[in-house]
């Protein structure tokens, strides 16, 4: 779909839409919290990991 429209229709929303958000932690990361997964991809990984292992997703 072209950008000109959902611009048109969306106004400045569509820029969440077209071009996404770009979102830091930081005030997590200040207060000192560390998270489990450092990066989207490691995350990724280990949920394919649990996956393929045969590990059932909780709901």
Known sequence: MPAW???T???EMSTLL???QNVVP????????RFRFPT????????AARHDAGHELAH
């Open 5 to 7: 429209p959902l611009r």
């Open 9 to 11: 229709l969306a106004g």
């Open 18 to 20: 077209l071009d996404g």
């Open 26 to 33: 930081a005030a997590a990361r200040a207060a000192g919290y």
């Open 40 to 47: 989207l991809q490691a995350a990724l990984s280990d949920l």
